[in-house]
């Protein structure tokens, strides 16, 4: 019987060349940008399981469990209440203030939280990124994503407390939404961003505290931001009226509030929510992406 001979189809063929024929490539190398987007995407399913199982264990050993979603803001508000409330006498000044002091602090929460758990995303899970292949970008967009829970049941809250304290339910009410969605995009890439500083500056984590509670006196949380064009001089009042935050603040107040009193036109409050949000969020995203093949390494 004659001998049959098979023409190997990867006969001749250079490493590199069989590499390519068969979808293969370099171990470690980054992703394009748009290829890391298919990536995420692909891999949300992980990410929303993830952020589910963070929250429920980390309220798995209180007797109250979830409920700490809303008495950790209203424990803070008190406290921040009775200091500038009652001690400091700011609710003079400010019609509501109560559920003006409890807007600006649960929606500065939000963001204060992701930032947090944000610069430690990478470092605190490093024998999960060391184990599974995944997309680095779903750790910190996961924690954007456990923030949002606090905040729906926060928002639930404040609700009610807007609404004993006497303002009307109205259809700027609608505008909670596309605000908190543009805070989400920015708490996002925020995340993403100090996840790289945290895991190339380890002692970011003990800076950010300190960071946050400058942020939030800057941000009009317990008092009008009017005060800031009254003491400040010109070009540094513009500076901290274009601060995100308190822009993010301003438009809930604004949304909730019949009488709150606002830093800057609705209208330029919008733009400057849009401009903070596609900045930090496509900024942040670029620059974690940058360092994807760094992490776990070293």
Same mark, same amino acid.
């Given at each position: ?14 490493p ?5 024929r ?7 190398? &980054? ?10 995407w ?16 980390? @309220?798995?050993?209180? &007797? ?19 200091? @500038? ?8 000044? *400010?019609?509501?203030f ?7 602090? @649960? ?33 910190? *967009? ?18 009610? *407390? ?73 070009w ?45 969020? *496509? ?9 994807e ?6």
């Open positions: 019987m004659p001998d049959t001979a098979f023409a190997d189809p990867d006969a001749g063929l250079s590199a060349e069989l590499a390519a068969h979808g293969l490539g370099f171990a470690g190398t &980054r992703p394009t940008l748009v290829s890391y987007a298919r990536q995420l692909a891999y949300r399913h992980f990410i929303t399981a993830y952020a589910n199982a963070r929250v429920s264990a980390s @309220f798995s050993l209180t &007797r109250l469990g979830r409920l700490w979603q809303v008495l950790t803001p209203l424990t803070n508000a008190a406290v921040y209440y009775l200091i @500038f409330g009652v001690v400091l006498a700011t609710r003079h000044s *400010i019609p509501n109560i559920a003006y002091l409890c807007t600006g602090l @649960f929606i500065f929460l939000f963001t204060q939280t992701v930032a947090q758990a944000g610069v430690v995303s990478i470092t605190g899970n490093m024998g999960l990124i060391r184990a599974l292949h995944f997309p680095r970008a779903c750790l910190p *967009i996961a924690i954007s994503l456990i923030e949002l829970q606090n905040i729906a049941a926060s928002m639930v809250v404040l609700t009610g *407390i807007v609404l004993i304290t006497g303002e009307p339910l109205t259809f700027e009410w609608l505008l909670i939404l596309p605000a908190l969605a543009l805070q989400m995009i920015f708490n996002a890439g925020l995340a993403m961003g100090l996840a790289r500083l945290g895991s190339k500056v380890t002692d970011l984590k003990q800076v950010i505290p300190f960071v946050m509670r400058t942020w939030m006196y800057g941000s009009g949380v317990f008092y009008s931001a009017a005060l800031f064009a009254e003491h400040l001089p010109k540094a009042a513009v500076v901290v009226e274009a601060n995100p935050m308190l822009v993010y603040i301003e438009l809930i107040r604004h949304a909730m509030l019949e009488s709150a009193p606002l830093s800057s036109p609705v209208s330029h409050l919008w733009l400057l929510a849009a401009v903070w949000s596609l900045a930090v969020g *496509i900024g942040g995203y670029v620059y974690f992406w940058r360092g093949q760094e992490y776990g390494r070293g």
